[in-house]
């Protein structure tokens, strides 16, 4: 029923139109898979309809909009997890990037063609401020998922994080899992962790939130993304073998 190496782009009406058009030439989707992708949503729906670290079973609902997925009095909405940094801010180091590759737009189709792929989505409570929402814009995170897991990781450890007032507001949500290893096992983040669950592994600097996350050079950001496409195929594995066993 799910086929982790599925392209959500390709049933994401009009993604690809004008894709190197849009954004200043920087190359952008015209449409949102997280919003329009009726196969990402039915994957989301099936994967997490299942029992909860507290005991409780949830089985979403499909809705609309505001109401994508339902459970009880929750909300949710679909969440890239993979980020590229293709902000205009970076123009000069995503030119220096282009610059070092023999084909820069063929890298960049490919690892959003890989990026959507049910291994790079999870979902969070939709509402305003939400985690989806602050985790991009907070300038320690950046839209970093290390750095996301992080905050949560802290969150359950109650230590102070930059998404600490954001993660509060949806602590009747993260109570679900019971603590940092249920929300890690629920949601197949195993290989962003250390093996006792005690750290999360950052990709790029040290995660303590004291330095600008962005990466500074060509090699950083090379780095950067061989680290997220080694996590998105190990996390695709994971999701493979449990949709295989049950």
């Given at each position: 029923?799910?086929?982790?190496?599925?392209?959500?782009?390709l049933d994401?009406?009009?993604?690809?139109?004008?894709?190197?058009?849009n954004?200043?030439?920087?190359?952008?989707g015209?449409?949102?898979p997280?919003?329009?992708?009726?196969t990402?949503?039915n994957?989301?729906?099936?994967?997490?309809s299942?029992?909860l670290?507290?005991?409780?079973?949830?089985?979403?609902q499909?809705?609309?909009?505001?109401?994508?997925l339902?459970?009880k009095?929750?909300?949710?909405?679909?969440?890239?997890?993979?980020?590229s940094?293709r902000?205009?801010?970076?123009?000069?180091?995503?030119?220096a990037?282009?610059m070092?590759?023999?084909d820069?737009?063929?890298f960049?189709?490919?690892?959003?063609h890989k990026s959507y792929?049910?291994?790079?989505?999870?979902?969070?409570?939709?509402h305003h401020e939400s985690?989806n929402?602050?985790r991009?814009i907070?300038?320690?995170?950046?839209?970093r998922w290390?750095?996301t897991l992080?905050?949560?990781?802290?969150?359950?450890?109650?230590?102070p994080s930059p998404l600490?007032?954001t993660?509060?507001?949806?602590?009747?949500?993260?109570?679900?899992?019971v603590?940092?290893?249920?929300?890690v096992?629920?949601?197949f983040l195993?290989?962003?962790v250390?093996?006792?669950?005690?750290?999360?592994k950052i990709?790029?600097?040290?995660?303590?939130?004291?330095d600008?996350?962005?990466?500074k050079?060509?090699?950083q950001?090379?780095?950067?993304?061989?680290k997220?496409m080694t996590?998105?195929?190990?996390?695709?594995?994971?999701?493979?073998?449990?949709?295989?066993?049950?």
């Amino acid at each position: 029923m799910i086929d982790v190496s599925f392209d959500f782009t390709l049933d994401t009406p009009g993604y690809w139109d004008h894709f190197w058009e849009n954004n200043d030439g920087m190359g952008a989707g015209s449409s949102d898979p997280d919003s329009d992708s009726k196969t990402l949503q039915n994957y989301h729906q099936i994967l997490w309809s299942k029992q909860l670290p507290n005991g409780e079973l949830m089985r979403l609902q499909v809705g609309t909009g505001a109401s994508y997925l339902t459970w009880k009095s929750f909300r949710f909405g679909s969440d890239s997890i993979i980020a590229s940094f293709r902000y205009k801010k970076n123009r000069e180091l995503l030119d220096a990037v282009a610059m070092s590759l023999v084909d820069y737009k063929s890298f960049v189709e490919q690892c959003l063609h890989k990026s959507y792929t049910i291994g790079g989505s999870i979902i969070f409570p939709k509402h305003h401020e939400s985690v989806n929402q602050m985790r991009g814009i907070n300038g320690l995170i950046c839209d970093r998922w290390d750095l996301t897991l992080e905050c949560i990781r802290r969150f359950y450890a109650g230590e102070p994080s930059p998404l600490s007032s954001t993660l509060h507001i949806d602590k009747d949500f993260f109570s679900l899992f019971v603590d940092f290893k249920g929300y890690v096992d629920f949601f197949f983040l195993q290989d962003c962790v250390s093996q006792d669950y005690s750290k999360v592994k950052i990709w790029l600097g040290n995660g303590d939130f004291m330095d600008d996350p962005m990466p500074k050079n060509v090699d950083q950001y090379l780095a950067w993304i061989d680290k997220e496409m080694t996590f998105l195929e190990q996390r695709n594995d994971r999701i493979r073998n449990y949709t295989q066993s049950y």
